[in-house]
């Protein structure tokens, strides 16, 4: 079994087609290893811009990609199309979910068709590498804070060294991304991690998260709209449930200790179901602005 760690940078262009923005591949990089995890190809191409006629100064100096870089680069079907001989039947990688999503926009864009039919089996390498750093008690779980690990992080958890290799250009990226594969490598654990890129994932992959504004929704489980008070004894909600930024608000008293809070939930519709976050904000003190925060997260 091979594998793939793909890596893109993109500029932000304006379509005039769209009436938006859209995210502009301007260069794809990737490393092929083989089940040994030794590096047997790699695959780097500069696409000229077809959308946006100069690259954003910001992407310029994040990447050092400059515009006379990109006028000799090829299209993007050209590179789209090397890019897919060279994956053939390995699993591809990326670092987090982004780069599929700008992959699917910018085929989309150019082929009328955001479906990626060439890719059989894939794996967030971003989500593998944190499994496995918690499991190895190099990082505490954040996922429960909706938190993600950035490249540089998992970098520096397991002190790697990033000599003569820069960030920001795709195929030293991928590097990267390798080197922290290699360094956290579990054949069993990684199985769990490979998806098929089947009709099923490609649903929960374009799936648009929403989040419940009434209350009258058969998908929101009043039985979960009650809260307990840091005494650890359920609060008394005092009225009714106000929606305010994506969540619904009410003020809440305890009578065991007599602590009065605001109460905060929010139901965040996702492919798998309901998500439910609650907190707690203790009301603020006329003494003292500073207003305290409790989370917790179902």
Known sequence: MNFVILDLEWNPSYSKKLKGFINEIIEF????????LEIIDTFS?????????KLNEKIT??????????????????ALSGFRKFLGDSVLMTWGITDIYVLMENTKYFLQDDRLYFIDNYTNLQDYCEDMLIQKNIKNNEKSAGKQMGLTTATELLEISLDN?????????????????KNLYSYPILLSHIQKFNDEFYR?????????????????????????CPCGYRAKRKKPWKFSCKSFIAPFACKHCGNTFMGRI???????????IKKIFKPINKENT???KVTAEK
């Open 61 to 78: 100096t994040l990447t050092h990609i400059t515009d006379e870089d990109v006028e000799n680069g090829c299209t993007y079907t050209h």
């Open 290 to 292: 500073d207003t305290q």
């Open 45 to 53: 191409a500069l696409v000229r811009p077809q959308i946006g006629k």
């Open 29 to 36: 990089g990737a490393i092929k290893v083989n089940s040994d």
């Open 204 to 228: 929960k992959l374009t799936f648009k998260n929403t989040i419940l504004c009434d209350l009258n929704n058969p998908l929101i489980d009043k039985k979960e709209m009650y809260f307990t």
């Open 165 to 181: 290799i820069s960030h920001h250009r795709a195929l030293d990226d991928s590097i990267i991304a390798y080197e922290c594969f």
């Open 266 to 276: 929010q139901f965040k519709l996702k492919y798998d179901g309901v998500h439910i």
